[in-house]
T-cell receptor, first 114, second 114 residues
Framework: EAGVTQSPTHLIKTRGQQATLRCSPI?????VYWYQQALGLGLQFLLW???????NRGNFPPRFSGRQFPNYSSELNVNALELEDSALYLC?????????????FGPGTRLTVL | QKEVEQNSGPLSVPEGAIASLNCTYS??????FFWYRQYSGKSPELIMS????GDKEDGRFTAQLNKASQYVSLLIRDSQPSDSATYLC??????????????FGTGTRLQVTL
């Protein structure tokens, strides 16, 4: 069974640009989560989508946004990039709503903002 | 007080010994708890989940949960050099229908020495 996939693996942008990151969940999973892991910091929750709806949002500015498509894949958009947005962006998926659902991570997209 | 606290380490144990990793959390209503292993430069890999007080064993790994003390631990028996990684404790706070997300500790770095 294929795991969570993310693209691209690496992304280099300059300040002020926009970045788009993509994620495909494990087959059968309807929930997609986005996390940011900046150097020296822990994993920070960004966004959670389930069945096409945004279910919860972490403490990040509105320039971090995303969506979930009918096939449950998801996209994270970061507008007006800042240097501190440089981080590993991780996508995870789970079977759906419920606090007992295990989340499985993809390999991540490393975003570098110059 | 951080929501999920872990000793950053490094925790150094000799090969074959038991490694004990600890985690405390602040939300008394938390219902589900997870341990992830993260190798340097890689994404987190789920190794254990636990939902009820007591012990849960899976191979060389044992997760222990004490909700009264708001404490969760991971024991690794017969530690191997390949176990050298950062171990992340993750907690799903009390589920309110739309608030389900994982809160991560900053991780404990484990070094298994020959």
């Amino acid at each position: 069974e294929a795991g969570v996939t993310q693209s691209p693996t690496h992304l280099i942008k300059t300040r002020g640009q926009q970045a788009t990151l993509r994620c495909s969940p494990i087959s059968g999973h309807t929930s997609v989560y986005w996390y940011q892991q900046a150097l020296g910091l822990g994993l920070q929750f960004l966004l959670w989508y389930d069945e096409g709806e945004e279910r919860n949002r972490g403490n990040f500015p509105p320039r971090f946004s995303g969506r979930q498509f009918p096939n449950y894949s998801s996209e994270l958009n970061v507008n007006a990039l800042e240097l501190e947005d440089s981080a590993l962006y991780l996508c995870a998926s789970s079977e759906g709503l419920g606090e007992y659902n295990e989340q499985f991570f993809g390999p991540g997209t490393r975003l570098t903002v110059l | 007080q951080k929501e999920v606290e872990q000793n950053s380490g490094p925790l150094s144990v000799p090969e074959g010994a038991i490694a004990s990793l600890n985690c405390t959390y602040s939300d008394r209503g938390s219902q589900s708890f997870f341990w992830y292993r993260q190798y340097s430069g890689k994404s987190p890999e789920l190794i254990m989940s636990i939902y009820s007080n007591g012990d849960k064993e899976d191979g060389r790994f044992t997760a222990q949960l004490n909700k009264a003390s708001q404490y969760v631990s991971l024991l690794i028996r017969d530690s191997q050099p390949s176990d050298s990684a950062t171990y992340l404790c993750a907690v799903n706070p009390a589920y309110t229908g739309t608030a389900s997300k994982l809160t991560f500790g900053t991780g404990t770095r484990l070094q298994v020495t020959l």
